[in-house]
């Protein structure tokens, strides 16, 4: 961790702890998600285990979603994007910082929120529970990686919010697809998430190393 990348990230953690404007935001949506989902569906014994998985995707995605639209807010207020420019420091450094930041941010909310996710749902783990120690970082990565760098090429946008969605949800079909897929075949215990853990794990590689790559050519776009 080069000296700027820790920086960025103490600032942008600091800066949450003393406000927590995302992190109530987060808390926010996915326990409203969590919350309508066990009203409407009455969730119980095998079914509560089918649909937890996907119950569990989306409130993460409505999560980091809410934290991803403030991700780049406190950058373009007052020209310190443009600061931020003329240091001698690759932009790959900043958005690698802002992605861990909301990837911590997100996982303090689905740890906080697992209890009453189990308790709303009357869940018991049929397979390999460890498996999601691995699942739901390696989603919740796909989902903050991607989005930090779309916020980022959305933010001279003024409906920015609404083109972050419109360009994130799409791209994020695949890891949304294999992050279900894990979590109900580790809920249910029915067949072997080895494949979708895979195939999150090569969506990453993949994503993660495009966005470090391109980012300093919209980084320093006019």
């Known amino acids: 961790m080069t000296r700027a990348l820790f920086t960025h990230l103490v600032k942008d953690l600091r800066i949450e702890w003393r406000t927590l404007d995302a992190m109530i935001s987060m808390l926010f949506f996915s326990g409203l998600v969590v919350v309508l989902f066990s009203i409407a569906f009455d969730p119980r014994g095998a079914f509560a285990q089918q649909i937890a998985g996907g119950v569990l995707c989306v409130a993460t995605m409505f999560a980091s979603v809410s934290a991803l639209n403030q991700a780049w807010s406190r950058e373009i207020r007052h020209q310190v994007m443009d600061a931020q420019r003329m240091v001698p420091?690759?932009?790959?450094?900043?958005?690698?910082?802002?992605?861990?930041?909301?990837?911590?941010?997100?996982?303090?909310?689905?740890?906080?929120?697992?209890?009453?996710?189990?308790?709303?749902?009357?869940?018991?783990?049929?397979?390999?529970?460890?498996?999601?120690?691995?699942?739901?970082?390696?989603?919740?990565?796909?989902?903050?990686?991607?989005?930090?760098?779309?916020?980022?090429?959305?933010?001279?946008?003024?409906?920015?919010?609404?083109?972050?969605?419109?360009?994130?949800?799409?791209?994020?079909?695949?890891?949304?697809?294999?992050?279900?897929?894990?979590?109900?075949?580790?809920?249910?215990?029915?067949?072997?998430?080895?494949?979708?853990?895979?195939?999150?794990?090569?969506?990453?590689?993949?994503?993660?190393?495009?966005?470090?790559?391109?980012?300093d050519v919209i980084f320093h776009a006019e």
Do not use: C
């Open 89 to 215: 420091s690759p932009g790959a450094e900043l958005y690698l910082a802002k992605a861990i930041a909301n990837f911590l941010f997100v996982t303090i909310v689905q740890v906080l929120l697992a209890p009453f996710f189990f308790i709303f749902y009357n869940l018991h783990i049929a397979g390999q529970g460890w498996l999601l120690l691995l699942v739901l970082p390696l989603g919740t990565w796909a989902l903050v990686g991607n989005g930090v760098f779309f916020a980022a090429l959305s933010m001279s946008s003024r409906n920015r919010e609404l083109l972050l969605s419109i360009i994130l949800f799409p791209i994020f079909i695949p890891a949304l697809l294999a992050m279900v897929q894990a979590t109900t075949s580790i809920f249910t215990g029915d067949s072997d998430p080895t494949l979708w853990i895979k195939m999150l794990l090569g969506y990453d590689i993949i994503f993660t190393t495009a966005s470090l790559l391109l980012f």
